[in-house]
């Protein structure tokens, strides 16, 4: 574990937000994120962990959220089998996409969007389609698309999900 010293900025009745104010002792599984991007964006909170330690923290907070929500204790929960990098390995990237038709990503706060050209954990495949589709903007806005997802899957197939508004939401 780290050593923090710990700010609380909003209290719930069962948990509690707060701000790493700082890191007084590093954990030893502790390393310095790939991204450039880490801490701003919204999807990929563990970078900062080696990537196996990584993987059992998230097993940890699985058998936690089942024992939780759904009192499943008796449930064996295998470890997360990890890809084989740390990097180039998500085969889905959903984008938001702003009222000019840029595709975005979600930071941290879940709220704000922020443009990112390049996401590092993104199949390359992924990555290639996402440029193509970054220079059709005007056409997401206009058809008020307002998300994309592209999932790459095993097969080696492409898809793209585009989400629209309804005229009732609007």
């Known amino acids: 574990g780290e050593e923090l010293e710990f700010k609380i900025t909003e209290e719930k009745r069962n948990f509690r937000f ?13 390393i310095s994120p790939f991204c450039s991007h880490y801490g701003q964006c919204g999807g990929c909170s563990l970078q900062h962990i080696e990537y196996k330690k990584s993987l ?3 097993t940890q907070q699985l058998k936690e959220a089942l024992h ?11 470890p997360i089998e990890g890809s084989q990098s740390n ?11 702003n009222s000019k038709g840029e595709l975005n990503y979600h930071a941290n706060d879940g709220k704000t969007l922020f443009s990112l050209e390049f996401c590092p954990l993104g199949q390359a495949e992924i ?7 970054s220079r059709h903007s005007s056409l997401w806005a206009a058809a008020q698309i307002h998300q ?5 899957s095993t097969q080696k197939q492409l898809g793209i999900n585009f989400f629209r508004y309804s005229s009732n939401s609007l």
């Open 87 to 97: 990097q180039a390995y998500r085969n889905k990237l959903t984008f938001h996409v």
């Open 56 to 58: 059992e923290l998230k």
């Open 148 to 152: 994309i997802q592209i999932r790459f």
């Open 127 to 133: 990555q290639k389609c996402t440029q193509t589709l």
């Open 68 to 78: 939780k929500i759904g009192h499943l204790d008796s449930i064996n929960i295998e």
């Open 18 to 30: 707060g701000e790493i104010q700082k890191i007084q002792k590093n954990s030893p599984d502790r």
